[in-house]
């Protein structure tokens, strides 16, 4: 054995293979560069997409690069290249906007054919989601493949006990030496869809997010190692609601992991309330939340020894905010399948419905950056609040413009062509 360690040349290519080995496995890599039995688990979070699942804005009836499902997937594949030990999650507000209402009837809906490819792992209903009523949304959860969970854990049937969804999922991934990691992904929804929705919500019971999460964490804690809460929620409280927020869901539950929050439509890569990581992510597929958690095997367990030093979280975006060029393009697989629900949207913003004499109903911005529409009277916003008025016999009707290009406008001929999004 002492002549077979002589030879040099065997005892280079033997080390020359070890490095390469080592470089290959990212779990061996972690652990020789830490020193410890640490891996690390990287959670991919989207929220607030709004029907963006292509390179298309229906509202302005133009090409829009600044976010869409089919660019998320090439960010994505990049990532899990890079760890395979990856879970990806989102937190609501999915099927509403971007004219996605289309194809509430279809047999696969666009946003739900992207969760299928693009390969997640669990979908938190967001408020929109109860906006075409309960029969519809369960219809379109249907339409998920086996791979994607759809979540949400306080919202109950009309019998108050059985759930409209599961209220949790739990994702396992490679741990060491053979073993798995169990993550549990917890996922509810703001309370206050009951303002929003109460007749589509009539005879429902929707509980408030903490009291469900502080129910269900002891169970959690003993089926995963760590607890990541995937909500669609905002920052604080809203209305004044507790336990609306995701600050009052850290205070009260600190064995969470971190929280993916949403509904606010900001971009924020990291903040900590009572130690634990929150992130949220711009509305419309703009960013993807690129979440690293570093976990030590202990006791038999794995677990984040410093959760404000271990658990971090950035947010990649599809266009760069200073120089606003495109960081990634649409991947084209995706694309392709997502083509005939783009023809199909694109016609439908085409689509003539009368004709616009005397000029824009909404004038040019006098201030660059702040919309017209948003500060002052305008002919669009009336016009949709007779409509309203009109179809559905209401005295009062209020409508707020959140896209900040959406208008009525002069085109050749003068035609009305409108695909108008109002929605948040």
């Not at 690390?40 to 607030?48: G, K, P, Q, R, V």
């Not at 946003?111 to 408020?127: K, P, Q, R, V």
């Not at 929705?197 to 009291?211: E, F, G, I, R």
């Not at 399948?337 to 000029?359: C, P, Q, S, W």
Request: glycine residues 6%; hydrophobic residues 40%.
């Amino acid at each position: 054995m002492f002549k077979f360690f002589k030879s040099k040349k065997l005892i280079s290519s033997l080390v020359a293979l070890f490095i390469g080995f080592n470089l290959a496995t990212p779990t061996l890599k972690a652990f020789a560069e830490t020193g410890s039995d640490s891996i690390n688990i990287e959670l991919l979070a989207t929220s607030d997409l709004h029907g963006k699942f292509f390179t298309w804005d229906y509202a302005t009836n133009k090409e829009d690069k600044t976010g869409s499902m089919a660019q998320l997937q090439t960010i994505l594949k990049g990532l899990r290249a890079n760890n395979p030990n990856s879970i990806l999650v989102d937190a609501g507000d999915t099927i509403q906007g971007n004219s996605s209402q289309l194809f509430l009837n279809d047999p696969i809906h666009p946003m739900i054919l992207g969760m299928n490819e693009m390969g997640y792992d669990t979908w938190s209903y967001g408020n929109h989601e109860f906006n075409y009523g309960v029969p519809t949304l369960k219809k379109i959860t249907s339409e998920l493949n086996s791979k994607t969970t759809a979540l949400c854990a306080n919202v109950y049937e009309k019998d108050g006990v059985t759930r409209l969804a599961e209220p949790y999922k739990i994702v396992e991934r490679d741990g060491l030496n053979g073993e798995k990691v169990k993550v549990a992904i917890l996922g509810m929804v703001t309370p206050n869809i009951v303002r929003w929705d109460a007749a589509n919500l009539k005879d429902y019971v929707v509980t408030n997010p903490v009291d469900e999460a502080k129910k269900l964490i002891p169970e959690l804690k003993e089926k995963a190692d760590i607890i990541i809460a995937v909500v669609h929620m905002s920052e604080s409280n809203e209305y004044d609601e507790q336990g609306s927020g995701a600050i009052d869901l850290a205070n009260a539950c600190p064995d969470l992991t971190a929280i993916v929050a949403a509904h606010e439509h900001k971009a924020m890569n990291q903040a900590f309330h009572n130690n634990i990581l929150t992130t949220e992510n711009k509305n419309g597929a703009a960013t993807l939340a690129q979440m690293n958690i570093k976990l030590v095997k202990k006791d038999n367990k794995y677990v984040v020894e410093d959760k404000t030093k271990d658990v971090t979280s950035k947010l990649v975006w599809v266009q760069d905010q200073t120089t606003k060029a495109i960081n990634y393009e649409a991947d084209a697989d995706l694309s392709s399948k997502f083509m005939t629900y783009h023809e199909r949207a694109k016609a439908d913003a085409e689509t003539v419905i009368g004709t616009l004499k005397g000029g824009d109903l909404v004038p040019s911005n006098e201030i660059n950056g702040i919309p017209s529409a948003q500060v002052q009277d305008t002919a669009m916003i009336d016009l949709i609040n007779n409509v309203q008025m009109n179809y559905t016999g209401a005295k009062v009707a209020s409508s707020a413009m959140f896209n900040a290009n959406a208008n009525i406008q002069r085109r050749k001929h003068s035609k009305i062509r409108i695909g108008i999004n109002l929605s948040i």
